[in-house]
């Protein structure tokens, strides 16, 4: 398996919603990241987890909470959202420890729309 | 922090050659990336090139990086349609702390 899998593929909730979305990757990678990309932008980090300890924040707002479960699996709490947070969120996985030529693997990415 | 820099927008008729350019700041790079997005779609890796090499060819791609002038390039061979996209580089090194650090993207539109 040399796939990550984000679930859902398109959401839409309102800004008192508590809504999650989940990554899974079946690779061994012990690194796993969660990306916000706007139309016409580039992806931006938002959280890395390595060995499943949260090792950085990119100074995101608390109304995102990440959660590494187990090494196989990320997700993104998500309350009292904002319009502005719409967006594609992707998740990524690398092998930890490395920097290989294989950079990160990413999903197919959530699209979220706050209402 | 460090900086990737892109053109924004390529436009090419089919079977001719595509050439996206890419600088970057950071002078500690040990790998550098080409990423592909469609419309809609997540992002999937190309091809990278590590920062010791000048050239890499696979198959209809090639990177050119020039180190010396942080300049790297992607040539996309024989265009077709179906590499209209957006085209990311990405670099990691130790000034990022080892973060993928993207440049703004490269549209690219291939004409019939």
């Known amino acids: 398996d040399t796939e990550v899998t984000q679930t859902p593929k398109h959401l839409v909730m309102g800004m008192t919603n508590k809504k999650s979305l989940k990554c899974e990757q079946h690779?061994?990678?012990?690194?796993m990241y969660w990306y916000k990309q706007k139309a016409k932008k580039p992806p931006e980090l938002m959280f890395v987890?390595?060995?499943?300890?949260?090792?950085i924040n990119e100074s995101v707002p608390s109304r995102f909470s990440p959660e590494c479960p187990n090494s196989s699996l990320l997700n993104l709490h998500l309350h009292a959202l904002q319009p502005e947070d719409s967006a594609l969120y992707l998740c990524?996985?690398?092998?930890?420890?490395?920097?290989?030529?294989?950079?990160?693997?990413f999903g197919s990415g959530t699209r979220l729309t706050v209402v | 922090g460090e900086d990737v820099e892109q053109s924004l927008f390529l436009s090419v008729r089919e079977g001719d050659s595509s050439v996206i350019n890419c600088t970057y700041t950071?002078?500690?790079?040990?790998?550098l990336y080409w990423y592909k997005q469609e419309p809609g779609a997540g992002l999937q890796l190309l091809t990278y090139?590590?920062?010791?090499?000048d050239m890499k060819q696979d198959q209809r791609l090639t990177v050119l990086l020039n180190k010396k002038d942080k300049h790297l390039s992607l040539r996309i061979a024989d265009t077709q349609t179906g590499d209209s996209a957006i085209y990311f580089c990405?670099?990691?090194?130790?000034?990022?702390?080892?973060?993928?650090?993207f440049g703004s993207g490269t549209r690219l539109l291939v004409r019939p």
């Open positions: 990524a996985s690398s092998q930890e420890g490395q920097v290989t030529g294989y950079g990160y693997t």
């Open positions: 690779m061994g990678h012990r690194a």
């Open positions: 987890y390595s060995y499943e300890k949260l090792s």
């Open positions: 950071d002078s500690s790079s040990t790998y």
């Open positions: 090139i590590f920062s010791n090499m």
């Open positions: 990405a670099e990691m090194g130790m000034d990022s702390s080892y973060k993928l650090i």
